[in-house]
């Protein structure tokens, strides 16, 4: 069982920054952070594999926000530049296989293990 710890969620105004830290107890073969806003599905914002370096992202954040990690402390981020209202939301971490099988890196089902979920408030 793998556990993931996320931290740096908050608010703020439109066109700042946040950062978001998800923090896993073990390795897994890919890291990504899904969002769901009220009322609305949950929809994956981006991913990466871990230790190879290939990311993936939705359209929606595209040039706005960077997923990393830091594989010696287990830890992914999420860099979140020129933040929108649209942005607003609760943010999972999630890791398992992520696509690394050739499944979708954006379907919920590809990863086994979900963290509690941070909220980020984007206000105009």
């Known amino acids: 069982q793998v556990q993931l710890v996320e931290s740096g969620g908050g608010s703020a105004q439109a066109g700042e920054s946040l950062r978001l830290s998800c923090r896993a107890s073990?390795?897994?073969?890919?890291v990504a952070w899904f969002r769901q806003a009220p009322g609305k599905e949950r929809e994956g914002v981006a991913s990466?594999?871990?230790?190879?370096?290939?990311?993936d992202y939705a359209d929606s954040v595209s040039g706005r926000f960077t997923i990393s990690e830091d594989t010696a402390k287990k830890t992914a981020y999420l860099q979140m530049d020129s933040l929108k209202t649209e942005d607003t939301a609760m943010y999972f971490c999630?890791?398992?296989?992520?696509?690394?099988?050739?499944?979708?890196?954006?379907?919920?089902?590809?990863?086994?293990?979900w963290g509690q979920g941070t909220q980020v408030t984007v206000s105009s």
């Open positions: 999630a890791a398992g296989r992520g696509g690394f099988f050739g499944g979708s890196w954006s379907s919920s089902s590809e990863y086994e293990y």
């Open positions: 073990a390795y897994t073969y890919s």
């Open positions: 990466i594999l871990t230790g190879g370096g290939r990311t």
